[in-house]
């Protein structure tokens, strides 16, 4: 068997990874939190179930587009801080690299490699807090507005003769009568938080291309 034998001094460095930038996919909802509240002793159909959908809400007062904004720049943020941190590690890998003087030994090679590596994983490390930091943040804001739709929801339901309210998108079927979206989107517009004009747009068809990427699907949670 005949092996390939490397010239001594070759130079064989594993470059620094470049950091790949934060996937941000379109808004996906996850408001299990809006689902149920308890049951009201008031209630003329003890056990009746109510339907809401938070997202149409959520696109009805402008708040999918909002949330969406402070998505974007909390995304920007975190990229900003990976690209200095990347620069950060790059010039360090350089400074490193012209300390060792030509040519370089094999023990230096292997003492550069490995150095490579423990900036990859540095970096893999800081990308993957990143991550966590986003959807940490996403769940943030989608629980406040689940708390601010979920009393108006109950209320409506009550008033309705319901002591259940459910998310339409965990719902297989349901009569119109039962869907309260209409009535709890009317309440909310009378907040002050939510009585600026946001425009009257159509409902998107189902499929058709968001701002933020991904297409409108109107069960996505």
């Given at each position: 068997?005949?092996?390939?034998?490397?010239?001594?001094g070759?130079r064989r460095?594993?470059?620094?990874?470049l950091?790949?930038?934060i996937?941000?996919?379109?808004i996906?909802?996850?408001?299990d939190?809006?689902e149920?509240?308890?049951?009201a002793?008031?209630?003329?159909?003890?056990?009746a179930?109510?339907?809401?959908?938070?997202?149409?809400?959520?696109?009805q007062?402008?708040?999918?587009?909002?949330?969406?904004?402070?998505?974007?720049?909390?995304?920007?943020?975190?990229?900003?801080?990976?690209?200095?941190?990347?620069?950060?590690y790059?010039?360090?890998?350089e400074?490193?690299?012209?300390?060792?003087?030509?040519?370089a030994?094999?023990?230096q090679q292997?003492?550069?490699?490995?150095?490579?590596?423990s900036?990859?994983?540095?970096?893999?490390?800081?990308?993957?807090a990143?991550?966590?930091?986003?959807?940490?943040?996403?769940?943030?804001?989608e629980?406040?507005?689940?708390?601010?739709?979920?009393?108006i929801?109950?209320?409506?339901a009550?008033?309705a003769?319901?002591?259940?309210?459910?998310?339409?998108?965990?719902?297989?079927?349901?009569?119109?009568?039962?869907?309260v979206?209409?009535?709890?989107?009317?309440?909310?517009?009378k907040?002050?938080?939510?009585?600026?004009?946001?425009?009257?747009?159509?409902?998107?068809?189902?499929?058709?291309?968001q701002?933020g990427?991904?297409?409108?699907?109107?069960?996505?949670?």
């Amino acid at each position: 068997m005949v092996r390939t034998m490397r010239r001594f001094g070759e130079r064989r460095w594993l470059p620094i990874a470049l950091l790949a930038l934060i996937a941000i996919p379109a808004i996906r909802w996850g408001f299990d939190r809006v689902e149920a509240g308890a049951a009201a002793p008031w209630s003329t159909a003890p056990g009746a179930v109510a339907v809401v959908d938070v997202i149409e809400i959520a696109r009805q007062l402008g708040v999918r587009e909002r949330l969406q904004g402070e998505l974007d720049a909390r995304q920007a943020e975190l990229n900003g801080r990976l690209e200095l941190l990347q620069r950060d590690y790059a010039q360090r890998l350089e400074e490193r690299r012209a300390a060792l003087g030509q040519p370089a030994s094999e023990s230096q090679q292997r003492e550069l490699e490995q150095f490579t590596l423990s900036l990859n994983s540095q970096i893999l490390q800081e990308r993957n807090a990143a991550k966590v930091e986003y959807a940490a943040y996403q769940a943030e804001l989608e629980s406040k507005f689940a708390d601010q739709v979920r009393p108006i929801a109950l209320e409506t339901a009550r008033q309705a003769g319901y002591s259940l309210v459910m998310a339409r998108a965990n719902v297989f079927a349901v009569s119109p009568e039962a869907d309260v979206t209409t009535a709890v989107i009317e309440t909310m517009r009378k907040m002050p938080e939510f009585s600026a004009p946001t425009g009257s747009a159509p409902r998107p068809r189902v499929g058709a291309a968001q701002r933020g990427g991904g297409e409108f699907r109107p069960n996505d949670r």
